[in-house]
């Protein structure tokens, strides 16, 4: 089935230590985000991709890193994690033109204690 | 840059009822997209849908409708006929131009009442 495939579904971490959101699609989409949600905020733009090779910094960008090598994966890295990126995170991506639709993956929760 | 405000963190409406989710936003482009998100406890982010900048006629797909108001800046969902699984969270959201990343506001929490 087409789509975009998060890991993990959950995680609790140690504050301090180093977590890797993994987020593959199968879409071919050119542009690739991420996003954090938490309550009262909405969804906001950590940092983004609109082609293989290229990324850029979205609203939120400080203590995440990402990498684009190839066109499925769209790895999130926190260094360092701390209490405050307790959150969702959710990878989208879209086709580039045409209607912009874009396709979210089911999320990763994350508690860092 | 641009900004969605959603205003009303939370609505309730009596099933079979009709209900409006209010969404403007602040922009200075003159062609973009406007789209409504549904997510329920599932977590999923599901698009309710779409609206064109340039289309005059409001969107419609079956019990949804907005209301664009492009002078205004304004774009609000219509639930027609409320059902019980439509209890969910609401975002409206934007985007403009070809690599541009899509802009959501703070979202509405609607509660169906049986």
């Known amino acids: 089935i087409a789509g975009i495939t998060q890991a993990p579904t959950s995680q609790i971490l140690a504050a301090g230590r180093r977590m890797t959101l993994r987020c593959t699609q199968d879409m071919r989409h050119n542009a690739m985000y991420w996003y954090r949600q938490d309550l009262g905020l909405g969804l906001r733009l950590i940092h983004y991709s609109n082609t293989a090779g290229t990324t850029g910094k979205g609203e939120v960008p400080d203590g995440y890193s990402v990498s684009r090598a190839n066109t499925d994966d769209f790895p999130l890295t926190l260094a360092s994690a701390v209490p405050s990126q307790t959150s969702v995170y959710f990878c989208?991506?879209?086709?580039?033109?045409?209607?912009?639709?874009?396709?979210f993956g089911s999320g990763t929760r994350l508690t860092v204690v | 840059a641009q900004t969605v405000t959603q205003s009303q963190p939370e609505m309730s409406v009596q099933e079979a009822e009709t209900v409006t989710l209010s969404c403007t936003y602040d922009t200075s482009e003159s062609d973009y997209y406007l789209f409504w998100y549904k997510q329920p406890p599932s977590r999923q982010m599901i698009l309710v849908i779409r609206?064109?900048?340039?289309?005059?006629q409001n969107a419609t797909e079956n019990r949804f409708s907005v209301n664009f108001q492009k002078a205004a800046k304004s774009f609000s969902l219509k639930i027609s006929d409320s059902q019980l699984g439509d209890a969910a969270m609401y975002f409206c959201?934007?985007?403009?131009?070809?690599?541009?990343?899509?802009?959501f506001g703070k979202g509405i929490t609607l509660s169906v009442r049986p």
């Open positions: 959201a934007y985007t403009s131009g070809a690599n541009s990343k899509l802009t």
């Open positions: 989208a991506s879209r086709r580039t033109g045409g209607s912009y639709g874009y396709t």
């Open positions: 609206q064109e900048a340039y289309k005059q």
